[in-house]
Each structure stands twice: as structure tokens, then as C-alpha cells.
């Protein structure tokens, strides 16, 4: 088992900068993949960025591409999602996520931290 915590979220203006963290416990995430993914009011929950643990290779939508960077922490088996140039369509509820990387679904989940972009 994994388990995930997030953090960080909060309300901030259009164009403002927020860090989330996700704290993770309980196993190697040598073998994972680490992803955030956010879900608005009203709208499908969508990925927005993700991790290889041991290779750091990244993904990022489109929307997110220049603004956001998802990085992590070994010493403190953390993923990091900075979230530059924020905008209101950024609100969501922001989640955490593991996989192992021979997984194609997504097995552990935190339990999200809420982003407001609003002026």
C-alpha cells in the first residue's frame, strides 16, 4: 500500500503562484509512476501532470505546458506540483495518484487539497 497526502492548496488571484506537495508512506516508489490530477465543479476528473519516480520523466496537458512543473524529493518522498501564472480555469480539487509502472490503472489516491484561482 501507498498512502498519499496532499497539501498546499488554497485561494489565489489570477496570475498568482501556488506549490502543492504530495507526501507519500508505506512503500519503494522506485517502480511508480506519480500523477496529479484536479477535478472542477461539474467537470470530469483530468490528469494534468505526471512522473516517473526513478527516471523523472514528466507529462504535462497542454493547458498546463510552461506553467506547471512536477518534480519530486527522494530524501523526502515527495512530488511537488508547481503551479505558476495561475488562472481561474485551474480551480479544482487537486489530487495525488501512484501506479506502478506495470499498472495501467491508477491503485492509490490522496485525498485532494482544493485550488481557487479567483480575483
Known amino acids: 500500500q501507498v498512502q498519499l497526502v496532499e497539501s498546499g492548496g488554497g485561494l489565489v488571484q489570477p496570475g498568482d503562484s501556488l506549490r502543492l506537495s504530495c507526501a507519500a508512506s508505506?512503500?519503494?516508489?522506485?517502480?511508480?509512476?506519480m500523477g496529479w490530477f484536479r477535478q472542477a465543479p461539474g467537470k470530469e476528473r483530468e490528469s494534468v501532470a505526471a512522473?516517473?519516480?526513478?527516471?523523472?520523466?514528466?507529462l504535462y496537458i497542454d493547458s498546463v505546458k510552461g506553467r506547471f512543473t512536477v518534480s519530486r524529493d527522494y530524501a523526502k518522498n515527495t512530488m511537488y506540483l508547481q503551479m505558476n501564472s495561475l488562472k481561474p480555469e485551474d480551480t479544482a480539487v487537486y489530487y495525488c495518484?501512484?501506479?506502478?509502472?506495470?499498472?495501467?490503472?491508477?491503485?492509490?489516491w490522496g485525498q485532494g487539497t482544493q485550488v481557487t484561482v479567483s480575483s
Open positions: 512522473l516517473t519516480w526513478s527516471g523523472g520523466t514528466t
Open positions: 508505506g512503500r519503494t516508489l522506485s517502480s511508480y509512476v
Open positions: 495518484a501512484a501506479r506502478d509502472l506495470a499498472s495501467t490503472s491508477w491503485d492509490f
